[in-house]
C-alpha cells in the first residue's frame, strides 16, 4: 500500500527533521487553538464560501503547513462545524498546523431528487464543490502575498475530507484539465468551462491551487485513468464494506443513477505502480460511517493517527533539511536486499534496497 522507495528514505530523515520541527507536527504540543471564521471568495460572500480557520494559541512559528479539512453530506448536506471537522481541526492544530474546515456549494434542497437522478446534474456540483475549494487553497497563498495573517508556509499545503469532502479534495489533485473530463453522453466539458475552466469560478485568481498530498477518508475517484505519476501523495483511510463511496469501484451511494467512485481498493494500487508516495489504512468489515461522529470513533482516531504520521515526513520543516544533505558524501555500502530484505547482489531489472553506512537506503532499479 505504499512507495517503499520514497517513504523509506522519508521515514529515515524523519529523525533528522523531528528535531528541526521542534517536536511539532506529531504530537499535540498545544493545549488550545483560535478557530477564526472566513470568506475565502472574492467572488461569493455565502455561507458556502466560508471556512473557520484554526491556529494553535501560543504558537510562534510563522512558517507553518496547512491541512484543508473538507466536510461530507454527499454534496447536497454537512457543514464546516460537523463535529469530525471540528475534532480533525483542532487535533492537527494542536500539533502545530495552520487547518481550514471549509464549506463549499452544496445542492439545494428542492433540487435534491433530481441531482439523485440526473448524471450532469452530479458532475456539476462536483466541479463546483472542486473549484470552491481550489479558490480557498489560493485564498491562503494571496493571503501569504499579502500580510501572511496566519502564518503558512505557501509551498506546503494539503487537502483532504471525509466522504464528499475526500471525493472533492482527490478530484481538486487528480483532475489536471477541462479535457479529461468526457463530452459523452454528457458534456460535461462545456460544464466545467461555463464555471471558469479548471480554475472555476470562485475567485483568487493569479494564485497556484496546487497542493502537496491528499488526505482521503472513505474518498474516491470518478475516474482512475486521471491518476498519473506526476500526481500528489495520497492517504486514504475506508471501510473495505464500505459502498456508499465504493471501497473498489460502482456507484456513488449505492445508487445506480448515480456516477461512479472508486475508492481505496483501486485507487492505492495504481499509486503503487506509478510510483506515488501513498499509503492506506483499511478497516476490516467495515462500511462508510465510521467518520461521521469523529474523535468517538476508534476508527476515525486511527485515521487521525495514521495521516499524522503520513504527513510528517513530507514536510520541510523551515526547509533546514533537504534529503541529499542527509547523506554523506563517504558513505559506504553495507548490503543490499530485495523487498523481502534477503540480502542479495546487484541484479538488473529487479528493485532492490542499497542500504549505507550512514543510515540511509535506496531503492533502485537498474535497466538493461
Given at each position: 500500500m505504499k512507495n517503499l522507495s520514497t517513504l523509506l528514505v522519508l521515514t529515515?530523515?524523519?529523525?533528522?527533521?523531528?528535531?528541526?520541527?521542534?517536536?511539532?507536527?506529531?504530537?499535540?504540543?498545544?493545549n488550545s487553538v483560535t478557530v477564526t471564521e472566513v470568506n475565502y471568495s472574492d467572488v461569493y460572500t455565502d455561507n458556502a464560501h466560508k471556512m473557520d480557520i484554526y491556529t494553535p494559541d501560543g504558537d510562534t512559528e510563522i512558517n507553518r503547513p496547512?491541512?484543508?479539512?473538507v466536510h461530507g453530506g454527499s454534496f447536497y448536506g454537512g457543514d464546516k462545524s460537523d463535529v469530525y471537522c471540528i475534532d480533525?481541526?483542532?487535533?492537527?492544530?494542536?500539533?502545530?498546523?495552520?487547518?481550514?474546515?471549509?464549506?463549499?456549494?452544496?445542492?439545494?434542497?428542492i433540487n435534491i431528487a433530481s441531482f439523485l437522478t440526473n448524471q450532469d446534474e452530479q458532475y456539476d456540483e462536483v466541479l463546483k464543490a472542486t473549484f470552491d475549494l481550489k479558490a480557498a487553497v489560493r485564498f491562503f497563498r494571496k493571503d501569504f502575498a499579502n500580510g501572511d495573517t496566519y502564518g503558512i508556509d505557501p509551498n506546503t499545503i494539503f487537502a483532504g475530507g471525509y466522504s464528499a469532502g475526500a471525493v472533492t479534495a482527490i478530484h481538486l489533485a487528480y483532475l489536471d484539465s477541462v479535457s479529461d473530463l468526457p463530452t459523452s453522453p454528457f458534456d460535461i466539458q462545456a460544464v466545467a468551462n461555463n464555471l471558469g475552466g479548471i480554475e472555476g469560478d470562485a475567485g483568487n485568481l493569479g494564485y497556484s491551487s496546487s497542493i502537496n498530498?491528499?488526505?482521503?477518508?472513505?474518498?474516491?475517484?470518478?475516474?482512475?485513468?486521471?491518476?498519473?505519476?506526476?500526481?500528489?501523495?495520497?492517504?486514504?483511510?475506508?471501510?473495505?464494506?464500505?459502498?456508499?463511496?465504493?471501497?473498489?469501484?460502482?456507484?456513488?451511494l449505492g445508487n445506480p443513477s448515480v456516477l461512479t467512485l472508486c475508492g481505496a481498493g483501486e485507487i492505492h494500487p495504481i499509486a503503487d505502480n506509478l510510483g506515488l508516495i501513498?499509503?492506506?489504512?483499511?478497516?476490516?468489515?467495515?462500511?462508510?460511517?465510521?467518520?461521521?461522529?469523529?474523535?468517538?470513533?476508534?476508527?476515525y482516531v486511527q485515521a487521525m493517527d495514521f495521516t499524522t504520521d503520513f504527513l510528517f515526513p513530507l514536510l520541510p520543516c523551515n526547509n533546514t533539511t533537504?534529503?541529499?544533505?542527509?547523506?554523506?558524501?563517504?558513505?559506504?555500502?553495507?548490503?543490499?536486499?530485495?523487498?523481502?530484505?534477503?540480502?542479495?547482489?546487484?541484479?538488473?531489472?529487479?528493485?532492490?534496497?542499497?542500504?549505507?553506512?550512514?543510515?540511509?537506503?535506496?531503492?533502485?532499479?537498474?535497466?538493461?
Open positions: 529515515l530523515i524523519s529523525a533528522f527533521t523531528f528535531a528541526q520541527c521542534n517536536g511539532r507536527y506529531q504530537t499535540e504540543i498545544f496547512v491541512i484543508l479539512f480533525f481541526c483542532t487535533a492537527f492544530a494542536k500539533k502545530g498546523y495552520v487547518v481550514a474546515s471549509v464549506n463549499y456549494r452544496l445542492v439545494s434542497l498530498g491528499i488526505i482521503s477518508f472513505a474518498g474516491g475517484i470518478n475516474d482512475l485513468n486521471w491518476i498519473d505519476a506526476n500526481d500528489e501523495p495520497i492517504v486514504s483511510c475506508q471501510g473495505d464494506q464500505d459502498e456508499t463511496v465504493n471501497y473498489n469501484c460502482g456507484p456513488g501513498n499509503d492506506a489504512l483499511i478497516f476490516s468489515g467495515t462500511d462508510h460511517g465510521w467518520g461521521a461522529s469523529g474523535a468517538a470513533s476508534n476508527e533537504a534529503i541529499t544533505e542527509v547523506y554523506s558524501t563517504q558513505r559506504k555500502l553495507l548490503k543490499i536486499t530485495d523487498v523481502l530484505g534477503r540480502v542479495t547482489t546487484a541484479k538488473q531489472n529487479t528493485p532492490l534496497f542499497y542500504i549505507y553506512d550512514d543510515g540511509s537506503v535506496e531503492k533502485k532499479v537498474i535497466l538493461n
